[in-house]
């Protein structure tokens, strides 16, 4: 069974800190991942995606991968209250069967506090 | 308008009746899925879709049936709700190759009393 593990939180930063999730996932032959946001009472809300190990940046949002780790993480900078919502780490198998598959984590809940 | 619609966005019902969730998209998406939302669970996967009359089971298929005879619509049924079904349900689209990840529907809070 493929996993895909994050810490639940609440994670608390103050404003304008950086703010860390991380994810960790099961399947070694994982090759796309990806970060939605969700907020309350709302859909995930794709905002990143990561498919080479290293980092890449997306103005306050940088994803890191290092698949020899198995892990995926990331970064928000300058942290914001509209940050405050839960983040799902998803990760998509390699070619074969069921590759167009995401297996989502449970969420991370970040609350910014002003 | 273009994107993915869920209706209703929220439905009580009570147990044992037949409750149909629809799913529309405006992109030709080839995939599209269901999950549903529950605490403590995260997202999980109903059914999925790769194409129009190509439906398979994921990770908790139970007690739900799919169809998809056109591509842009993908509705889910409850056949007897049951009050284990009480979810948030979201129904999500995906091009060929899906490198841009999932787009989600609004969701369906679906209350079974």
């Known amino acids: 069974q493929k996993e895909v593990e994050q810490n639940s939180g609440p994670l608390s930063v103050p404003e304008g800190a950086i703010a860390s999730l991380n994810c960790t996932y099961s399947d070694r032959g994982s090759q796309s991942f990806f970060w939605y946001r969700q907020y309350s009472g709302k859909s995930p809300e794709l905002i990143m995606f990561i498919y080479s190990n290293g980092d890449k940046e997306d103005g306050r949002f940088t994803a890191q991968l290092n698949k020899a780790s198995q892990y995926v993480s990331l970064l928000i900078r300058d942290s914001q209250p509209s940050d405050s919502a839960t983040y799902l780490c998803?990760?998509?198998?390699?070619?074969?069967?069921?590759?167009?598959?995401?297996?989502f984590g449970k969420g991370t809940k970040l609350s910014v506090i002003p | 308008d273009a994107g993915i619609t869920q209706s209703p966005r929220y439905k009580i019902t009570e147990t044992g009746r037949q409750v149909t969730l629809m799913c529309h998209q405006t992109?030709?998406?080839?995939?599209m899925f269901w999950y549903r939302q529950d605490l403590g669970h995260g997202l999980r996967l109903i059914y999925y879709?790769?194409?129009?009359?190509?439906?398979d089971k994921g990770e908790v298929p139970d007690g739900y049936v799919v169809s998809r005879s056109k591509t842009e619509n993908f509705p889910l049924t409850l056949e007897s709700a049951t009050r284990s079904q009480t979810s948030v349900y979201f129904c999500?689209?995906?091009?060929?190759?899906?490198?841009?990840?999932?787009?989600f529907g609004s969701g369906t809070r679906l209350t079974v009393v």
């Open positions: 998803a990760v998509k198998s390699g070619p074969g069967a069921g590759s167009y598959q995401l297996t």
């Open positions: 992109w030709s998406h080839s995939y």
């Open positions: 879709s790769a194409a129009a009359d190509i439906t």
């Open positions: 999500a689209s995906s091009t060929l190759t899906g490198t841009d990840g999932y787009t």
